[in-house]
Every structure is written in structure tokens, then in C-alpha cells.
């Protein structure tokens, strides 16, 4: 007896499965960190990533639909670029800069609030705001939601507040424009915190003496 395929009922199915991935595996990839598995800034990790998708576009044979063998070696040179690019000086100095910031941070056990919300996570502890473009969209639909972090600045609980710019070399207009948070929050910072250090052009800021 031969069997019949119910294709609508794939099409539903497949569909239903790539619905529960998209929405699952970002979640999963982005816990990693908070679970002890280091993927930010990891190498490796982003290598496998690049032939992961690689391989994957390459089983697909484009060329079969194209006739011609240009969609295949686009992507090659796309894979040679970005693997020249995750290689770069300027990664070298970006993780650098990393590492200097977190080996300030290892001196200093408790909460910290960064511009860059990678930076408690790769010091092991959590952040206090996961994303700052959600952060300022929510502010900007509702500028009560910034009166918790105007709170924790003025009760100083955080050990440290590292911020994306040279404090020493900048006006507080200067701050106000280049902060992920806005100029009420560099006005709290400022008010409630001083300049400890500058580490590659990140300020971290510790609270005042009370």
C-alpha cells in the first residue's frame, strides 16, 4: 500500500518547528553567559557559528537554482571577510580593553552598572539593565521607568559604574550626549559618583563619600 503524504500537515509542522526554534534558541544563546558559558567575545565560538552557516547555505546548492556557481562563492568570500574581521587589530583591542576593565572590576566584589551590558556578564555578575536600547525605548515611551535607575544612583548601590566615555576629557554636556541613558541619568551619576579610573576610554565611576 502506498503511503500518501499529508503536505499540508508538514508544512504546518515544519513551520510550527522553526516558530518554537527562532523563538527558543536566543533565548538559550544569550543565557549561556549567566549559566558560566563565556560566548561573548569568544573566538571559537564565532568560528563555529561561521561554518555552521557555511555548511548549512552550501547543502542548499544554490547554484542549482542560480545555474551558476556565484551565489556559492559569494558566500566563501563572505566567510573569508567576516573570519578576517573577527581577527582584526581591532578586535585585539576591543577585547583588551575588556580585560583591563574587568581586572579593575575583580579588585571590586558587588554590583556594577555598565553603558555595555556584556561587562557584568563577563565579570560574573548580573546586570543590572540587560539592554540598553530596549531601556531607552521604554523611557522614551515612559519616563517614570528611569526613576529606578535614578534611585539606585542616588542610594549609591552600585560599587562601580562603568561608563563608555573619558569622563576626565569630557564635559557633562559631552556625557549627557554620548550616554546610552540619557541626561538625567548622567546628571544623577555625576551627582552621586566620581571618576576612580580610565581605563581605554571607559570612565568607571565610584560612589561618593557620604
Known amino acids: 500500500m502506498k503511503t500518501k ?10 513551520s510550527l518547528a522553526c516558530a518554537i526554534h527562532c523563538a527558543l534558541l536566543p533565548l538559550f544563546l544569550t543565557s549561556l553567559p549567566l549559566l558560566g558559558f563565556n560566548i561573548i567575545e569568544n573566538t571559537g565560538f564565532e568560528y563555529l557559528m561561521i561554518l555552521i552557516a557555511f555548511a548549512v547555505a552550501d547543502a542548499a546548492r544554490p547554484w542549482r537554482v542560480a545555474g551558476v ?6 558566500l566563501a568570500a563572505g566567510v573569508v571577510v567576516g573570519a578576517a574581521r573577527a581577527a582584526g587589530a581591532d578586535r585585539s583591542d576591543r577585547l ?3 580585560h583591563a576593565v574587568l581586572a ?22 548580573r546586570p ?8 531607552r525605548a521604554n523611557v522614551a ?25 573619558d569622563a576626565a576629557a569630557a ?22 559618583y566620581r571618576v576612580d579610573s580610565t581605563i581605554w576610554g571607559r570612565s568607571v565611576f565610584v560612589p561618593n563619600v557620604r
Open 69 to 74: 556557481a556565484a551565489a556559492s562563492l559569494a
Open 104 to 125: 579593575w572590576l575583580d579588585r571590586h566584589p558587588g554590583e556594577i552598572l555598565a553603558d555595555q551590558p556584556m561587562i557584568p556578564v563577563l565579570a560574573g555578575r
Open 128 to 135: 543590572f539593565i540587560i539592554d540598553s536600547f530596549i531601556f
Open 171 to 192: 564635559t557633562p554636556d559631552g556625557l549627557m550626549l554620548e550616554s546610552e541613558f540619557g541626561p538625567a541619568y548622567i546628571r544623577a551619576l555625576l551627582d552621586n
Open 5 to 14: 503524504i499529508n503536505w499540508d500537515a508538514l508544512g504546518i509542522a515544519t
Open 96 to 98: 583588551a580593553s575588556y
Open 141 to 165: 515611551a515612559d519616563p517614570t521607568r528611569l526613576q529606578p535607575l535614578l534611585q539606585a544612583l542616588a542610594a549609591r548601590r552600585f560599587v562601580a559604574v562603568v561608563v563608555d566615555a
